[in-house]
């Protein structure tokens, strides 16, 4: 029988199998922080946007309510209510609050800074909560086990993207690595309500789904009290975590009630759409892949470190039956728990038909949990020296090549990767810089997009005033609309969060009226890739230099041309490297419409 879990103020739990003497060239905390810190504030400024939720779901809400005007995706409309205000408003809030010292001091008054400042907070407070979660895991299991959950951390692509994203997925990450440190720390007793506190904010401001991850901690918590008999200390800790996340969610819908002028539980409205929705509704959609979808985007932005993850339970089971490792029964019930987290997550998103990348994101910390350990596991074992043994009889040579090779290519891999999306496709964030030089633009400007719209980077990289469009392109499914500025008739703050916008709805079915007239446009985002052919509705609009002219053209990969080598991977354009692998360029462009055109 497990020994009973300890209560409050009892000493640390007993060690995980894989725990070794603690090391005096341990990663020091603050050390750690300024580690993630670093990879991720270089995230925050170079990352290209991967999905244009984050822009119109997100940073365009953020922007309505920090300037008064911005695009409005159906999901907030008042008739459906599927986004919270709450969430938005925090972020806006923060913006807010920490661009005034400093404009104070006459530094950073464009709208481009609030974007990069809001990044940075975000890659930060990513930092904090990897920082956490790593000592935790250095605490629990050892500290070369935490060196290795930092490695997986800060060198796969994944995290390049998820940690500095303005999107609930990963706002549901940091809150779990939260939870997941306090349910793992028995450091001083139970954190029980406090894991549950985390986990329950991150579900209701963040995503209801990742609630998924606490199940294996809240089943061990029900086991052991049911072993032990400590059911009522057991049932008042996940009370008393149950009541915070009640609190939190009382307060979450008093102010979506506020902005929406209706009661409105938005957690609940998520989960009705995404789950009970039927017929031409739902998030199939927009599109369905194949069961093996996040095995291959996984393999792409974790490599080695996505198949350690999955290796590691068996081998801790491995270990146990096979191995005998003397452990106790608690200690291997906790390992188990520690690594099931991710294969509950991944197996509930596959059986799922609609997948994107951002729905892993709340697993990315157990993801590189389980790497970390099972990477462990495995030097301990090729480093055993006990003669019975087979492994001790490989000359260290080989075992020094056997792992020390693919760590160095998962590293070159991890690194080219980022690398690679960095320079193919971070020229939505560049363009627009021209509209902010002096004469250039004008309030009232129309920034119009055609099939260019998903990579739309937001508002706030445009000057003040200056407004993004959209023409009719290929594209036939329901593009944002714009929130109300209604300033009469006594609508009070905020009018385009409740009145209800017209032409919405939640089956992607096209709005006409959501579309401008090209005629009213003085500039245009375009990309001109020579293995796209041109269209009557998606024509070169670069080539056409009767009516525009480039203001500033960034390269651009153009995927349909290029190798899959260059598309995963940063290829550089030497000599030496033959020509059917490097990668292709088209251009993508601000355009301005030329004086001499008389549309205007």
């Not at 159906?74 to 599927?82: G, K, Q, V």
């Not at 990069?116 to 909560?129: D, M, W």
């Not at 920082?131 to 490695?151: D, E, G, K, Q, Y």
């Amino acid at each position: 029988m497990p020994p009973p879990p300890p209560k409050q103020g009892a000493p640390t739990a007993s060690r995980l199998p894989m725990q070794a003497a603690r090391k005096p060239h341990e990663l020091e905390p603050i050390l750690a922080f300024y580690i993630f810190a670093a990879a991720n504030i270089v995230a925050a400024f170079f990352a290209p946007i991967q999905d244009c939720d984050e822009v119109f779901n997100y940073w365009e809400p953020t922007h309505y309510l920090n300037h008064g005007y911005g695009l409005q995706t159906w999901e907030y409309s008042p008739e459906y209510a599927i986004r919270s205000w709450t969430y938005t408003g925090l972020h806006s809030l923060v913006i807010k609050l920490g661009m005034m010292p400093l404009r104070l001091f006459g530094f950073a008054k464009s709208k481009e800074a609030e974007f990069y400042f809001l990044r940075t907070v975000l890659a930060i407070t990513c930092a904090v909560c990897q920082t956490r979660f790593h000592s935790v895991i250095a605490r629990t299991f050892n500290p070369r086990v935490a060196l290795f959950f930092v490695f997986a951390m800060v060198f796969s692509p994944g995290m390049y993207h998820a940690a500095p994203a303005y999107l609930p997925s990963s706002f549901a990450m940091y809150t779990a690595m939260l939870g997941f440190s306090a349910f793992m720390d028995w450091s001083g007793g139970l954190r029980t309500a406090q894991g549950l506190m985390w986990f329950g904010i991150g579900s209701l401001l963040g995503w209801p789904f990742a609630g998924a991850l606490v199940l294996p901690f809240v089943a061990e918590e029900v086991f052991l009290a049911a072993v032990t008999g400590q059911g009522v200390e057991c049932i008042q800790r996940l009370a008393d975590g149950f009541t915070r996340s009640v609190v939190f969610l009382a307060l979450q819908t008093s102010l979506d009630t506020f902005f929406y002028k209706s009661i409105t539980v938005v957690p609940w409205n998520i989960v009705m759409y995404n789950v009970f929705s039927g017929g031409n509704r739902g998030p199939d959609i927009y599109g369905v892949e194949p069961w093996h979808f996040y095995v291959r985007n996984l393999a792409l932005n974790f490599n080695i470190w996505f198949f350690l993850a999955l290796a590691a339970l068996p081998m801790v089971l491995g270990q146990h039956l096979l191995i005998k490792t003397t452990v106790s029964k608690q200690t291997l019930l906790r390992s188990v728990v520690f690594v099931s987290p991710f294969y509950l997550w991944l197996g509930i998103f596959t059986l799922q038909p609609h997948k994107e990348e951002r729905f892993m994101y709340p697993a990315y910390p157990a993801l590189a949990l389980n790497a970390a350990v099972a990477l462990h596991i495995l030097l301990a074992n090729l480093g055993s020296t006990d003669p019975s043994r087979l492994v001790s009889k490989i000359p260290p040579q080989v075992k020094l090549a056997v792992v020390g090779i693919p760590l160095l290519l998962a590293f070159d891999v991890g690194v080219l990767r980022t690398i690679g999306t960095l320079t193919a496709y971070s020229a939505p964030l560049k363009v627009y810089k021209p509209l902010h030089e002096s004469a250039v633009s004008s309030p009232g400007d129309n920034v119009c997009l055609g099939k260019e719209w998903y990579r739309f980077p937001s508002s706030y990289l445009l000057p003040d005033r200056v407004r993004p469009k959209f023409i009719k392109s290929e594209f036939s499914g329901l593009l944002p609309g714009e929130f109300s500025e209604a300033t009469v008739g006594g609508f009070g703050l905020f009018p385009g969060t409740w009145l209800v916008p017209s032409g919405m709805n939640d089956e992607n079915l096209e709005d006409p009226s959501k579309y401008t007239s090209i005629e009213h446009c003085k500039f245009l985002v375009d990309s001109s890739l020579p293995g796209v052919s041109p269209t009557a509705l998606e024509p070169d609009y670069i080539a056409d230099t009767e009516h525009w002219k480039p203001l500033r053209c960034e390269p651009f990969l153009d995927t349909s041309r290029t190798h899959l080598v260059g598309r995963l991977l940063w290829v550089p354009d030497l000599p030496f490297i033959p020509e059917q692998f490097r990668r292709k360029w088209g251009q993508y462009c601000l355009l301005q419409r030329k004086h001499t055109d008389k549309a205007l």
